[in-house]
């Protein structure tokens, strides 16, 4: 490992993004909208808006960092760029960390500015610390960048690799609780979603909002969101090889 | 160890999609050459260069370069590939995709500008590669190979569709590169390219034909010229079997 090349692949990934303004406006602007228009369809229930409103604002970057990431490690993967890196002196983790620096300052970002607009503009409310749900937002797009490139592996074209998300990250939206509570689904679905990782990020953001005091059932979901994470990482290191067909 | 040359193929197979597409080949490249690797396409030598850089799964045989197993973590900052397809970021510009490549490598930030000029990009510094001709492209490609300093180069086709004048310099450069100590191992479909090579190994159907200098190829087969001396070979081989 060596933080200078997980450096300069950060940077390196952050100019590629630049080139790319679009890409980068949508980005910041989507969740903006997104969390603008759950404000206007629960105009008369603000109770709902309230509930979802926070776990939203740390999923939004989950599902597009896990976009970005899939696409931009697949262009790597097909234009021999990654086969290049990988006669070079340079780690596979210094290469998954590039990517989680990168696309974790994007996730700063993303997560500050819809914030900001959620609870600035739009009456969201959090009983505990606003800068929770940020760090949150951030550790979700970690984890959804790592699970990005793990998928990525198993994708050989760009349509492959969008399909994905509704594969891999809509069951998990469904069954996280944000749509109806855990205990109310059926007892299978529900034990099936303690095995999902969004399930503790919906969890974790749900907790922030309702409570002001740090619990141990929230550093539970933490624990669990980093896990995951790492996890996801050492899978999607493994699908990174030096020698192919 | 030492007198060894810098890269040794014995008995090296490879299989791709289900198919063996190297039967045996066995190799033996001196340190300081330049060595052409000429054979019709499809016959196996960008998967053995593949093998010789270390990122071809290989089901049998052994491929050492400089004394280690080829892809050993000591070779990496010693070897440098081209690859056939240019692999550059097309979003980058040219010197944004050297200076990544070059500190992935750990060289002085001031070799991006002193490849540019080797292959004839220091105009183009600024510009995104993606917005480059495909020669352009390529040339990006191969100044990203020589970056490092590599002891041992390998390239594959990297001067398909240059102009003549180009062509030639960067042959110069290959030697230059070649009498200052490096191996050199040059795919490429000209045959008019291989009387520049010291040697030469013509591949057929994934197996090599033969492997001599040009002037000893010619000699043998009483050809006048390599193209007529692979077409004697191949002829030969027909009749045997
Ligand atoms: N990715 C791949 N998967 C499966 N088979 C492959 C793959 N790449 C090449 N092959 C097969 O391996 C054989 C050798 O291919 P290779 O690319 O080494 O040939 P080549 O001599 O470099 O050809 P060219 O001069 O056209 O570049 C061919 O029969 C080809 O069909
Ligand atoms: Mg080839």
Redesign the interface.
């Known amino acids: 490992m060596n933080p200078?090349?997980a450096l300069?692949?950060a940077?390196?990934v952050l100019?590629?993004l630049r080139?790319?303004p679009r890409t980068l406006l949508l980005l910041l602007l989507v969740p903006v909208v997104l969390e603008a228009l759950m404000k206007g369809i629960f105009w008369d229930q603000p109770g709902v808006f309230q509930r979802v409103g926070v776990p939203l604002l740390g999923i939004f970057p989950m599902t597009s960092m896990f976009l970005v990431t899939s696409i931009t490690m697949l262009r790597e993967r097909t234009?021999?760029?990654l086969?290049?890196?990988?006669?070079?002196?340079?780690a596979k983790l210094d290469l998954l960390l590039g990517y989680a620096l990168a696309f974790g300052a994007v996730a700063t970002l993303q997560g500050t500015l819809v914030s900001l607009f959620a609870f600035g503009l739009l009456d969201l409310n959090v009983a505990g610390s606003p800068a929770a749900v940020v760090a949150l937002a951030v550790l979700n797009a970690l984890l959804g960048t790592a699970f990005g490139l793990l998928v990525s592996a198993f994708a050989t074209t760009e349509f492959q690799a969008v399909q994905f998300m509704p594969a891999f990250l809509f069951p998990q939206l469904l069954l996280s609780g944000l749509m109806v509570p855990r205990e109310r689904m059926l007892s299978g679905l529900e034990v099936f979603s303690n095995f999902l990782p969004m399930t503790y990020a919906y969890d974790a953001l749900y907790r922030v909002s309702s409570s002001a005091s740090f619990s141990g059932a929230l550093a539970k979901d933490v624990a669990i969101l980093v896990g995951a994470t790492l996890g996801a990482l050492i899978l999607g290191a493994a699908t990174l090889r030096?020698?192919?067909? | 160890m030492t007198a060894e040359g810098a890269i040794s193929v014995q008995g090296l197979r490879v299989i791709r999609g289900g198919r063996e597409v190297l039967h045996g080949v066995s190799l033996e490249i001196a340190r300081g050459s330049v060595t052409g690797l000429l054979g019709p396409s499809g016959c196996g030598k960008t998967t053995l260069m593949r093998a010789v850089v270390g990122v071809q799964h290989v089901a049998g045989g052994s491929v050492t370069v400089l004394g280690h197993p080829a892809g050993a973590p000591a070779l990496r900052t010693r070897v440098g590939y081209l690859t056939q397809a240019p692999s550059v970021y097309d979003d980058l510009t040219v010197a944004e995709n050297l200076r990544y490549f070059g500190r992935v490598y750990g060289v002085a930030p001031g070799r991006a500008e002193e490849v540019s000029a080797v292959v004839g990009l220091t105009s183009h510094l600024g510009q995104a590669v993606g917005r480059l001709s495909g020669g352009q492209r390529a040339r990006v490609s191969l100044a990203t190979a020589l970056l490092n300093n590599p002891e041992v180069l390998v390239l594959d086709e990297p001067t398909v569709g240059l102009d003549p004048v180009l062509r030639r310099d960067l042959w110069e450069m290959f030697h230059g590169l070649a009498r200052g100590g490096a191996t050199l191992l040059v795919s490429s479909h000209v045959m008019d390219e291989a009387e520049r090579c010291d040697s030469l190994v013509l591949m057929r159907d994934g197996q090599v034909l033969a492997a001599e200098t040009p002037a000893r190829l010619r000699e043998t087969t009483g050809a006048e010229d390599i193209e007529g001396a692979f077409l004697t070979l191949i002829a030969g081989q027909e009749a045997d079997v």
């Open positions: 200078r090349i300069a692949t940077a390196r100019t590629q080139r790319d234009s021999g760029t086969e290049r890196l990988m006669t070079m002196p340079l030096r020698r192919s067909g």
